[in-house]
C-alpha cells in the first residue's frame, strides 16, 4: 500500500505538557493490573531493577521528567497521531519518534545483554507509562487537531478540551484511588485475560483507534458535557484501563522469560 507521510509538529509537544496523560490515577491503575499478573520469573525481575517498587509506583515516571529538558527527545513517545482511515503500518513514521517508536526502543534495550541496570530501570518505567498510552484513544488521534487539544469543550461548566476529558476529567472527577478503581474493575476469567492479550503492539493501537474515531464522533466543538457523558463513556475507560494492564503483564513476562 502507499505510504503516507505525517509529520509530528515539535508543537504538538508542548501542548501535551499540560496534560497529566490518563491522570496519574489512571496510569498507577494500569501498573497495579500488571502487577497482579506478572509471571513468577518476570516479577522477581522487575523487582530487582526496580529495587523493590512495584509497578503502580513508577507508572508516571515519564511525565514526571517532562519538566527536564534532557528528555525532551522522549517527549514524542506519549503519542501518535495519523490519519483516521489509516493504519500505522500504512504511515511513515515521525523523524520526532511516537508511541511505536517508543515502545520498541524500551523492549529493545530491557532485552539486551548489553544494556546497564540503570538503562534497564529507566527503559523499563518508561514502558509501564507508553503500553498505558497506548490505551488512552486520544492519544491514537489526528495530527490536525494534536490528538483533541483542539476540540474546545466544557466539562462540568469548565472550560476544558476533548483530550483532557480523556485524559484526566472523567478519571479525576470519579473520586476513587488508584487503587479503589483497580479494584472495582470487572473480574476476568482466564479465557478472558487471555484473549486481551493476544496480539501486538501494532493490533492494540488498531483497536484503540476503532475507539479514537468513536470518541471524536461522540462530541461537538462547544459542547457541555457532564455525567450523562461520563455514564456513557465510563465502561470504555475501566475496559481501556484494564487491557493496559494485562497486555503490560504479558509484554513484561515476554521480555522476562
Known sequence: MKKFTFILLVVIQSAFANDAIWSKTGHRV????AQDYLSRKARKAIDALLDGQNLAAVSNFADEIKADRKYSEYSAWHYVNFPADKEYRD??????????????????ILTSQ?????????????????????????????????????IQLQWFGRGSNL????????????????????????????QQVKQIQQGDTYDWIEETQEITNEVYDS?????????QYSYRWWGTVENQLL???????????????
Open 30 to 33: 494500569v501498573g497495579d493490573v
Open 91 to 108: 504511515v511513515e513514521p515521525s523523524e520526532y519518534g511516537d508511541l511505536v517508536i517508543g515502545i520498541n526502543k524500551c523492549i529493545e
Open 114 to 150: 548489553e544494556s546497564s541496570k540503570e538503562d534497564k530501570a529507566f527503559y523499563l518505567k518508561f514502558l509501564v507509562h507508553l503500553i498505558g498510552d497506548l490505551h488512552q484513544p486520544m492519544h491514537i488521534g489526528r495530527l490536525e487537531d494534536k490528538g483533541g487539544n483542539d
Open 163 to 190: 483530550h483532557r476529558v480523556w485524559d484526566s476529567n472523567m478519571i479525576d472527577d470519579y473520586g476513587m484511588s488508584f487503587t479503589e478503581l483497580s479494584n472495582s474493575l470487572p473480574k476476568l476469567t482466564k
Open 219 to 227: 462530541v461537538a466543538v462547544g459542547e457541555k458535557l457532564g455525567y
Open 243 to 257: 487491557k493496559g494492564g494485562i497486555r503490560l503483564a504479558a509484554v513484561l513476562n515476554d521480555i522476562f522469560k
